[in-house]
């Protein structure tokens, strides 16, 4: 890796915060019911050049995907772990997030006569399904028999659900747009085999950063990259946004590893950089709008800015002023992400299934109740996820 790094890590809280935080606001904009809201909080429409809330909580996440990278890497490298090993994992999780990002996705498209159950109990059981493939079992109990036979059901229940599953259409599984998790899974292989076949180096990240701003940028004209066949399936690459998104973040993570044990040095350059990136998305802005639907440079660019400066400010508060009040649930969310993320979605479903009235507060007459409401969700539901780790209920990919 880059000589220029510790090679020991200081551990910097205010990034699993942030993570936290960021996936507080996924649970929330997600549950927001629309009509009973203010538009600043919900999603721009694909034409219209603007940008909500729920509009850069995305690209936050994906952001702070790419932030843990390095971090990543250098851990496996200290357990002893060989480059080849490293890329093999990122290889297998990648394919797990994609996998299961589309299995997600395919839900919706389930009709019920055809595959023979209900679209929430498909998705129940996927979920379920899921979590029994994924879980982080205690490895030094004596179980591990019976936690492989756990395994063994999840991925047969997985199996049998592809088996079952028809679309109205009469079609099986569709690739589609690869679902939210499938979009993290491309972005982070782009950015973690950049990070390891370039052994670090920040020159490399960056120009691999610059390359998929470029394709971002052509995606949009009429010079758009196109591979024929394998370009439906390498779309989110050719397109750029969202590797550009995640590498931006890798270029942060190893800057904060580099500059450590400078903090100053640090919030200068993480400052300057927000700053050139908020510039340059208002600059892109007069030829591209900005919108989340279609994925458009100026976009990603402003994003990338107010991440990096919402960053500046939860780190100069949590690892240099070090006001640690409050933060435990964000912090814990933050470490615990994957699962953070998609449990709660199986409230949803024994909700909507059974038509039990929990989600009574999504009203379009009351806006501090439909906001309220979803406020309170989401912050139950990083508790939620904090008891199921307490559990020993714990994805990790």
Same mark, same amino acid.
């Given at each position: 890796?880059?000589?220029?790094?510790?090679?020991?890590?200081?551990?910097?809280?205010?990034?699993?915060?942030?993570?936290?935080?960021?996936?507080?606001?996924?649970?929330?904009?997600?549950?927001?019911?629309?009509?009973?809201?203010?538009?600043?909080?919900?999603?721009?429409?694909?034409?219209?050049?603007?940008?909500?809330?729920?509009?850069?909580?995305?690209?936050?996440?994906?952001?702070?995907?790419?932030?843990?990278?390095?971090?990543?890497?250098?851990?496996?490298?200290?357990?002893?772990?060989?480059?080849?090993?490293?890329?093999?994992?990122?290889?297998?999780?990648?394919?797990?997030?994609?996998?299961?990002?589309?299995?997600? *996705?395919?839900? +919706? $498209? @389930?009709?019920?006569?055809?595959?023979?159950?209900?679209? /929430? !109990?498909?998705?129940?059981? =996927?979920?379920?399904?899921?979590?029994?493939?994924?879980?982080?079992?205690?490895?030094?109990?004596?179980?591990?028999?019976?936690?492989?036979?756990?395994?063994?059901?999840?991925?047969?229940?997985?199996?049998?659900?592809?088996?079952?599953?028809?679309?109205?259409?009469?079609?099986?599984?569709?690739?589609?747009?690869?679902?939210?998790?499938?979009?993290?899974?491309?972005?982070?292989?782009?950015?973690?085999?950049?990070?390891? *076949?370039?052994? +670090? $180096? @920040?020159?490399?990240?960056?120009?691999?950063?610059?390359? /998929? !701003?470029?394709?971002?940028? =052509?995606?949009?004209?009429?010079?758009?990259?196109?591979?024929?066949?394998?370009?439906?399936?390498?779309?989110?690459?050719?397109?750029?946004?969202?590797?550009?998104?995640?590498?931006?973040?890798?270029?942060?993570?190893?800057?904060?590893?580099?500059?450590?044990?400078?903090?100053?040095?640090?919030?200068?350059?993480?400052?300057?950089?927000?700053?050139?990136?908020?510039?340059?998305?208002?600059?892109?802005?007069?030829?591209?709008?900005?919108?989340?639907?279609?994925?458009?440079?100026?976009?990603?660019?402003?994003?990338?800015?107010?991440?990096?400066? =919402?960053?500046?400010?939860?780190?100069?508060?949590?690892?240099?002023?070090?006001?640690?009040?409050?933060?435990?649930?964000?912090?814990?969310?933050g470490k615990n992400s994957l699962t953070t993320y998609l449990a709660p979605d199986l409230i949803y479903f024994i909700c909507w299934g059974f038509q039990i009235p929990l989600f009574f507060y999504k009203q379009s007459s009351n806006m501090v109740l439909a906001v309220g409401g979803s406020?309170?969700?989401?912050?139950?539901?990083?508790?939620?996820?904090?008891?199921?780790?307490?559990?020993?209920?714990?994805?990790?990919?």
């Amino acid at each position: 890796m880059d000589q220029q790094q510790p090679k020991q890590s200081i551990r910097i809280r205010s990034m699993d915060v942030m993570r936290g935080m960021t996936l507080f606001l996924m649970l929330f904009v997600n549950d927001l019911f629309a009509p009973g809201v203010p538009k600043w909080m919900l999603h721009t429409e694909a034409d219209v050049d603007g940008m909500g809330l729920a509009d850069w909580v995305f690209p936050g996440f994906l952001f702070m995907v790419g932030m843990a990278v390095p971090y990543a890497v250098a851990a496996r490298e200290r357990t002893g772990e060989s480059m080849g090993l490293i890329f093999s994992h990122i290889v297998i999780r990648t394919a797990s997030l994609i996998l299961i990002g589309v299995l997600i *996705l395919n839900g +919706g $498209r @389930l009709d019920a006569a055809l595959t023979g159950m209900s679209n /929430f !109990l498909w998705s129940g059981l =996927l979920y379920l399904c899921v979590f029994m493939v994924w879980n982080r079992f205690p490895t030094k109990s004596g179980n591990q028999a019976l936690f492989k036979g756990i395994r063994f059901l999840g991925i047969l229940g997985i199996c049998y659900l592809v088996y079952r599953f028809k679309a109205s259409d009469g079609k099986g599984l569709e690739v589609g747009w690869w679902g939210i998790l499938g979009l993290i899974g491309w972005g982070y292989f782009a950015a973690a085999a950049t990070f390891v *076949l370039s052994r +670090g $180096r @920040l020159a490399v990240v960056g120009c691999a950063w610059l390359l /998929f !701003l470029v394709l971002n940028i =052509l995606s949009q004209t009429t010079f758009k990259l196109h591979v024929p066949v394998l370009g439906n399936y390498l779309n989110v690459l050719l397109s750029g946004n969202v590797p550009c998104i995640v590498l931006a973040g890798t270029i942060i993570g190893i800057l904060i590893r580099r500059y450590a044990t400078a903090p100053k040095m640090l919030l200068c350059r993480l400052l300057v950089i927000g700053i050139l990136w908020l510039t340059g998305g208002f600059v892109l802005r007069s030829w591209f709008i900005l919108s989340k639907i279609h994925g458009t440079p100026s976009w990603a660019l402003l994003c990338c800015g107010i991440s990096v400066l =919402l960053l500046l400010l939860i780190y100069y508060l949590i690892d240099i002023r070090k006001y640690h009040n409050g933060i435990f649930v964000f912090e814990e969310a933050g470490k615990n992400s994957l699962t953070t993320y998609l449990a709660p979605d199986l409230i949803y479903f024994i909700c909507w299934g059974f038509q039990i009235p929990l989600f009574f507060y999504k009203q379009s007459s009351n806006m501090v109740l439909a906001v309220g409401g979803s406020l309170l969700w989401a912050f139950a539901m990083l508790w939620y996820a904090i008891l199921l780790k307490k559990m020993n209920i714990y994805l990790k990919l």
